[in-house]
């Protein structure tokens, strides 16, 4: 169950809060430029924390039987990111969304909720950038001067070892802020731990000694970073379960709600704080280096 925020719980010390009808403004625009496969718009919303209307951009997520593996990926990618304090947009909601409101035209399955007579939903959102996506900027033709302006982000190596962590098989290009030259910041995590065309992790899916596919390092390194590169991001997998630790309790409490299944919620936590602990050596697996 989702609680939306309240004038108390808005001082608490979270990290992502549930907004409800009361801090929905307005639905502003479909978001298609990027390309997404989940429908994506920008709204109006109030934020509780700066007391403020503020844009953000959100996403709706298909359930599936009443699970919504989409929601449960972004908000846990999002806490990790800001645990290892990783640029990304500054903060994040959970939003019900009055379906109503939401301008045509809609993807079949909203279309079905609407027909069903359902009031709201909920998405993921985060407060817009004023950024674009990496590769919208760039024509197919210029794509490997992008790889090469990403390959001199300092925070590379800390972007590659988050992936690795929570299993983000999905950071292509788009999935990039490009703030300027060498500067970027991480969005979307909706896709964890699957491969091809596999959308939502089932349990089977779930093994915290596999090597998915790491985009960025796959990218930009070819599998292979330089010493330097190498050297960080090794550095940053050893302490790894000591950063989850700063978000635990909210990412316990985000999974109890949306992972209603206490035998899948147990395999996901499990899947997450043992890649945590065993990060050091995936990396090391991965760069072909003893372990």
Known sequence: ?????????????????????????????????????EPVFDALVFDPIDATDVTVCAKLYPSEDGRSR???????GWLVTHAMRLPQPERAFVLRVPIAELAAPLPPWIRTLKREKVKDYWAFATVKMPAQSAAIQFNNTDLPLLVDDIRIWPELPRAVVLDEHIANTDRHLNNLLRLGKGNYALIDNGRLAVEGSDRNWQTAHLKADRLYSNLLSQMCWNDRPNKDDQSLALGTGTNQHDVLGAVRDELEDWWRRLIPDVAERNAFRNFVVERAVALDALLKKRYGLLI
């Open 70 to 76: 989409g929601m449960v990926n972004e908000i846990t």
């Open 1 to 37: 169950m989702i609680t939306p925020a309240s004038k108390t719980s808005a001082i608490e010390s979270r990290c992502i809060h549930a907004l409800g009808n009361n801090q929905w403004r307005g639905f502003l625009q479909w978001n298609s430029a990027a390309g997404n496969i």
